[in-house]
């Protein structure tokens, strides 16, 4: 498990980093930005739909009412799908750990591959989805953050993702407002599920054998399959799904492989898979679900047969290597502070479904 404790390390000052970037981004730019560039449609829509969602911190779960709000405000279907496989898939938290972790190919190659993942599947539901227009259902219970669904301050379920203005005003107000988002609510949104990932990739790295993947070393096409059975049922967000790659990488899985549950694990789980054919159709989630699909695999060909593979290095001697020589005591500090952090996170999570179970 030496290694797992590498990763976190190595992680832990990119992930704060990021949750406060998160938080920043929450404080300081209206969400009416969103909605009056989203609220179109057409082509337009649909490409503002994938810029806007690169970097926003939102999890796999947070997207999915935040999604269907820009929906009933008159987003087309595919600017509501380019915006639900985009922002899931990257984020800036996620951006900057993948690079602290993967190395900065990956982190390049990751949200431009999100990106245009997002205009083709828009671009399908515009041309070919289900043409109806009627006004989506919300989002079904369990499907997004449930400690949201009855706040006194936040009516409905939006994970802390509505349209309107920060609670605080001024600078410092607004700089609160960013310390609360990023290190609790966003806390509370993926950090569970990054501590699953991080389990995840500790029980892949003790019980699944060193050569595993080795079997399918001449048959690039069957491992990506392999993965995509694992990664479109599993809920698992863009930073927890990092360091299960890693140790994927560690057991013979190819870089391009690795992509692979890097697009499709966080864009795609049974709640997302609910909402979007309730709400866009199915037809529209057939299509939604072949962009992922047909994306994931021609970027994870690209990797392993078009780039450079020492370009790739980075990630696999940072998985079997450990980073031992490079841990200082910014890495244990900030190991610490994200270990603290998630505790409240969780502890607070658990208190609001304990408060939310004596409401009903």
């Known amino acids: ?60 779960c947070g997207v999915l009412p935040t999604a269907m709000s820009l929906r009933k405000q008159g987003a087309s279907k595919g600017a509501t799908a380019s915006f639900l496989i985009a922002t899931p898939e990257t984020g800036i938290d996620s951006i900057i750990a993948t690079y602290s972790i993967l190395g900065l190919p990956f982190a390049v190659i990751r949200p431009i591959a999100a990106f245009c993942n997002a205009m083709m599947g828009g671009w399908l539901i515009n041309k070919f989805g289900d043409k109806d227009e009627v006004c989506p259902a919300e989002a079904p219970a369990g499907s997004c953050c449930r400690h949201h669904e009855h706040s006194k301050e936040n009516k409905g379920c939006c994970c802390h993702h509505s349209h309107g203005e920060p609670r605080h005003e001024g600078f410092a107000g607004k700089m609160l407002e960013a310390l609360r988002f990023g290190f609790v609510e966003m806390m509370e ?10 389990v995840i990739a500790g029980l892949i790295t003790v019980f699944v054998p060193d050569d595993f993947f080795a079997l399918f070393r001449d048959n690039t096409q069957l491992s990506m399959l392999l993965v995509l059975c694992i990664a479109i049922p599993m809920y698992i967000c863009a930073t927890g799904s990092i360091p299960i790659a890693v140790a994927l990488m560690m057991k013979g899985l190819t870089p391009g492989a690795a992509l692979v549950l890097l697009m499709a694990g966080p864009a795609c789980n049974m709640a997302s898979i609910l909402v979007i054919n309730k709400a866009l159709g199915r037809k529209s989630l057939i299509l939604y679900l072949v962009s992922i699909i047909t994306m994931a695999i021609l970027w994870g060909h690209l990797v392993d047969y078009l780039l450079p593979a020492e370009w790739f290095h980075t990630a696999m001697c940072n998985g079997c290597c450990g980073v031992e020589e490079t841990t ?26 304990h408060c939310h179970c004596h409401e009903k």
């Not at 949104?189 to 991080?198: A, R």
């Not at 200082?328 to 479904?353: F, P």
């Open 1 to 60: 498990m030496q290694e797992i404790l590498n990763l976190i390390n190595q992680m832990s000052p990119y992930l704060l980093l990021g949750f406060f970037l998160a938080g920043v981004m929450h404080a300081f730019i209206p969400g009416m930005v969103y909605s009056r560039y989203l609220g179109g449609k057409g082509f337009r829509s649909v490409f503002y739909g994938a810029l806007f969602g690169i970097p926003l911190p939102l999890c796999s």
């Open 189 to 198: 949104d993926i950090g569970k599920w990054l501590v699953v990932g991080l």
């Open 328 to 353: 200082s005591w910014l890495n244990w500090c900030s190991t610490i502070v994200l270990g603290i952090l998630l505790l409240n996170a969780l502890c607070h999570h658990c208190h609001n479904s």
